[in-house]
C-alpha cells in the first residue's frame, strides 16, 4: 500500500494525504506550487495546508507568500495522535453530557410494562449474551435469581466444547463481575450453583475488595447455595426468565439463549426456584 494510502487509513483526506507526500518529497515550496505538483485546486489547497497544520503535519513561514514545509514523519506521526486523542476525548465528553441531558428528557416517558407483556428473543454465540447479560442487569431494578444445572460443572470438569458453544469460563468470569457490581448498587441476587469451585470463584473477586461498606453491601445482597441438580435457568425482576439452548452436537455445551418476558411463567418457575434453595447448602462469602 503507497504512503499516500495508508495516510488516509489515519484520516486523511485525498488532498491533505496529496499535499503533505509531496511537501515531504519537495522540500519547503508555497501553496501555488504544491497545488501545481500536487493537482489540488487552488480553491482548495489553503484550506488543505491550514488543516495540516492543525493537525500538527505542517509547519509554515509567515512570508510574502508563505513557504510550507511538512514535519518529519515520525514527529508529525506523533502529532497526529495525540491531537486524534484529544479531540476523540473531547467528542466523548460532550457525547456523554448528550446522553445526560436525553436520560433527563426521556426520564417522564411512560415506559411500556413488560410485566403483563409476553416476549420473547434468541441470543445466539457468546457476544451476543455478553452483551445482553450487561444490558440486562444494567435493567434489573430488584432481583435476580440464578440457578446453573451440573451440565456446567461437567463442561467445565472435561473442558468438552465445540466451535459454536458458549466458553463457560468466559460467562462465568462476566456473571461474576456484574452480580457483584449488580449487589453493590442494591440488587438482591440468589445463587444455586453446583460446585464449590463457584463460590471459590465468588470468594477470589471478592477478596480483592477492600472498601468494607463496598463488602457489607455485597454480602447482604448476594446469596449463594450449592446443590447439584438438572435446572438452568434465571429470573429477573419476577418477569423475565432466562433459559440455556443446548448443542445438539455436544451434551456439554450451550449454543445460546432465550430470553422470556413472561410473568406467568416466571411465576412457575419462581416457585421451582424457592424449592430449590430450601436444598441448597448455605455458603458465606469470605
Known sequence: MDRESLLRDLGLTKYEASAYATLLKEGIIGAQE??????????KIYEVLSNLNNMGLVEFQRSRPRKYRAIKPGVALDNLFTKKEEDTKSELETFKLKVSELKDNFSDSNYPDHAEIKFWSTLIGEDDIVKNIKNTLDETENEILH??????????????????????????TLVTDEFIK?????IKIRMILPASFFVDHLNKKYSTIKDTDVRNMIAKNLEV????????FVIIDDNVVYIPI???LNPHGIFGEMKMFDKEYAGKLREKYDELWAKGKRTVLE
Open 147 to 172: 440457578v446453573k444445572s451440573l451440565k456446567i460443572k461437567e463442561a467445565l470438569e472435561k473442558k468438552v466444547n465445540c466451535n459454536n458453544d458458549i466458553n463457560p469460563d468466559t460467562i462465568l
Open 34 to 43: 504544491l497545488s501545481r505538483k500536487s493537482n489540488i485546486p487552488v480553491g
Open 182 to 186: 449488580a449487589a453493590t448498587s442494591g
Open 246 to 248: 443446548p448443542n445438539p
Open 225 to 232: 447455595r450449592i446443590l447439584e441438580c438438572n435446572y438452568d
